[in-house]
């Protein structure tokens, strides 16, 4: 059965930075869009940013520049990398692989 597996998620102060990962369990080579999305307590699920198979990359306004998602086709897996995080960055942060997601990693932003 195909998966993928979400990791990096953790404890961090307001600034800090963390690198999220998203490893598949078969190549993502031909997966045309991968995303990011994140789901805080008591809102919708949202995306956070989303990279296609020629490297264009889309974001959410709120991590515009502080941000970053790649892809390593020769390792299948996906990345969010995090810097000057904030508080409202608080969520579980799941992958999505062409239609198929994760199961979240919890990131939490506090002082």
């Known amino acids: 059965q195909v998966q993928v597996v979400e990791s990096g998620g953790d404890f961090v102060q307001p600034g800090g930075s963390l690198r999220l990962s998203c490893a598949a369990s078969?190549?993502?080579?031909?997966?045309?869009?991968m995303a990011w999305f994140r789901q805080a307590p008591e809102k919708q699920r949202e995306l956070v940013a989303l990279?296609?198979?020629?490297?264009?990359?889309n974001y959410a306004d709120s991590v515009k520049g502080r941000f970053t998602i790649s892809r390593d086709n020769a390792k299948n897996t996906l990345y969010l990398q995090m810097n000057s995080l904030k508080p409202e960055d608080t969520a579980v942060y799941y992958c999505?692989?062409?239609?198929?997601w994760g199961q979240g990693t919890q990131v939490t932003v506090s002082s």
């Open positions: 999505k692989s062409g239609q198929l």
């Open positions: 078969r190549s993502i080579s031909s997966i045309y869009s």
């Open positions: 990279i296609t198979i020629d490297g264009s990359t």
